[in-house]
């Protein structure tokens, strides 16, 4: 049966541990902070500790880069910690920055172990973009486009073991365009997702929001995108009839892979000699040869 939560009794603070890494979640904690810091509720909320990846190597240069979450917190004087495993020396470690009242979850990028789970009073809040229990998993923004979706969304939902898979809070569907990138659906997610998560948070602590439980059996699962799931053999295209459909595919993949990984192909210019280069299909009908910069088709006919 659902569920009223209990409430919080009488805190002074509602103490919040934020986890996550890519824009999408950088953009949800800026908010989140601004929130805090203006909020004239009765109950305050504070986020006392940002947890995020690890830094690494980006680009062509692979510069060592911190996470979008990491530079928001830092321009807060919130503190950092980028575990490499989130085990029992990690916890033990830590406990001090990890007891707290409540996390809250934001594409963090991988699985929070129960017994971190365990640690705040509260539970944990995981802000999903999408609309559960549809597209659960890793990759929830861009396999709607790939599936020519028309709605997605975004769900506050408790957090239990499994992936994705805890009572839901509250929901906010939004429109998928023709024109729309995994960027800039990120975009329109996160963004969607800021007031729902404020008003679901101050209801939550108030014990005034209704947790229902997921319809188990209608859930379907997103896979981890690799660098290989961009590519297609432009010697082996299909023809006749299959030529449209093949085109709407190759049209939803560039739009989902963009920024990363890409839409890319192995090309050898006529009259070329020696090896084959990367080429890449890039939105509004860009092509980008390997080491270059992005042109548009008819200037890649005439140059290729």
Not at 94 to 115: H, R
Not at 264 to 269: K, S
Request: charged letters at 25%; one cysteine or more.
């Amino acid at each position: 049966k659902d569920k009223k939560l209990t409430k919080l009794k009488n805190p002074e603070d509602i103490k919040i541990v934020y986890f996550g890494t890519p824009e999408f979640s950088a953009y949800i904690l800026e908010k989140l902070i601004d929130f805090c810091e203006s909020s004239s509720l009765p109950k305050k909320f504070k986020v006392q500790t940002a947890i995020t990846r690890a830094d690494k190597p980006i680009g062509r240069t692979q510069t060592i880069t911190q996470s979008p979450v990491s530079l928001v917190a830092q321009k807060h004087n919130i503190p950092v910690l980028k575990p490499k495993k989130l085990d029992e020396e990690f916890i033990t470690t830590n406990y001090q920055l990890l007891t707290t009242d409540l996390f809250i979850v934001a594409s963090y990028g991988k699985i929070i172990p129960q017994a971190l789970l365990d640690i705040p009073k509260l539970g944990a809040i995981n802000v999903h973009p999408s609309l559960l229990p549809k597209y659960r998993g890793p990759s929830p923004i861009l396999t709607p486009i790939l599936n020519g979706d028309k709605e997605t969304g975004v769900t506050i939902m408790l957090m239990d073991e499994q992936m994705d898979h805890g009572p839901i809070l509250s929901t906010k569907g939004i429109s998928i365009s023709e024109q729309d990138t995994h960027k800039t659906l990120s975009i329109k997610l996160s963004q969607a997702a800021v007031p729902l998560l404020l008003d679901t948070l101050v209801k939550f602590v108030e014990g005034k929001v209704i947790a229902k439980k997921q319809n188990h059996k209608k859930a379907t699962f997103t896979k981890l995108i690799k660098k290989e799931d961009g590519y297609f053999d432009i010697n082996n295209l299909p023809a006749g009839r299959q030529v449209p459909s093949f085109l709407k595919k190759l049209d939803r993949m560039i739009r989902a892979y963009y920024p990363w990984p890409g839409v890319w192909t192995r090309f050898r210019p006529s009259g070329s000699s020696g090896q084959s280069k990367i080429v890449k299909f890039l939105p509004d009908g860009l092509l980008q040869m390997e080491g270059k910069k992005p042109i548009s088709f008819k200037d890649f006919l005439n140059g290729y």
